[in-house]
């Protein structure tokens, strides 16, 4: 079974610094997938960026990166040059060898200020 | 822009009433799931379909709820009857397989359900 663990308390981030979101997750599998969502206000959960338990190079997406350390098994967002509408819940989610199931965290709570 | 739409995206009734949630999948994708998401218990898969066919619904209360598909255009979530515990948004996702783990799952807008 796969666990995903987001425990940051919700983060208040000044518009165009950068942020930092910490995942963790459990796992035994050696062949698996992380992603990260958005979920504005209005709802709607928003695909950001995936990374591959195999890939070689961190992945990046635009203004969103993911800082993968498969050792300590963490995959955290970096937002870069924070903007108002970056203001969301951030879910982290993985899939595990052979399966179909996402894992959710409970997500990290990000304002962005002006 | 494709899109997985969801119908209707806010529906309220009384207890004990059938509600049914309809899930139109991106065109092409052939994997369909359902999400349900509540405060205390976050995000939780309920069921979903590849090529139409049921994979897994372990996740849904076998008395009360129900998945189909019946055609590659519709998804559906049935629950007979309901109950102010399935206050939640519920959503549907679509896919399509690739190689390895990489296949990424496109959520609707969800449909917010208040069961009184």
């Known amino acids: 079974a796969q666990k995903i663990t987001q425990t940051q308390p919700g983060m208040f981030v000044q518009e165009k610094e950068a942020v930092t979101l910490d995942c963790t997750y459990d796992?035994?599998?050696?062949?698996?997938?992380l992603f990260w969502y958005k979920q504005p206000s209005s709802g709607e959960m928003i695909f950001l960026i995936y990374?591959?338990?195999?890939?070689?190079q961190n992945a990046t997406e635009g203004r969103y990166s993911l800082n993968f350390q498969k050792a300590r098994k963490s995959a955290n967002l970096v937002i870069s040059a924070s903007q108002l509408g970056d203001s969301a819940m951030y879910f982290c989610?993985?899939?595990?060898?052979?399966?179909?199931?996402?894992?959710f965290g409970k997500g990290n709570q990000v304002v962005v200020i002006p | 822009d494709a899109r997985v739409t969801q119908t209707p995206r806010h529906k309220v009734t009384e207890m004990g009433q059938e509600v049914t949630m309809r899930c139109q999948p991106i065109?092409?994708?052939?994997?369909v799931f359902w999400y349900r998401q509540t405060m205390m218990q976050g995000l939780e898969l309920l069921a979903y379909f590849r090529n139409r066919a049921p994979l897994d619904d372990s996740g849904m209360p076998k008395d009360r709820f129900s998945a189909e598909m019946p055609d590659a255009t519709l998804a559906t979530l049935k629950i007979q009857p309901s109950e102010p515990r399935d206050s939640a948004v519920y959503f549907c996702?679509?896919?399509?397989?690739?190689?390895?783990?990489?296949?990424?799952?496109?959520f609707g807008p969800g449909t917010r359900l208040l069961v009184l």
């Open positions: 996702a679509s896919g399509f397989p690739f190689l390895g783990q990489r296949e990424t799952q496109y």
């Open positions: 796992t035994s599998d050696q062949s698996y997938g």
């Open positions: 065109l092409g994708h052939n994997t």
């Open positions: 990374q591959g338990s195999y890939d070689e």
């Open positions: 989610a993985m899939r595990g060898y052979g399966n179909n199931r996402l894992a």
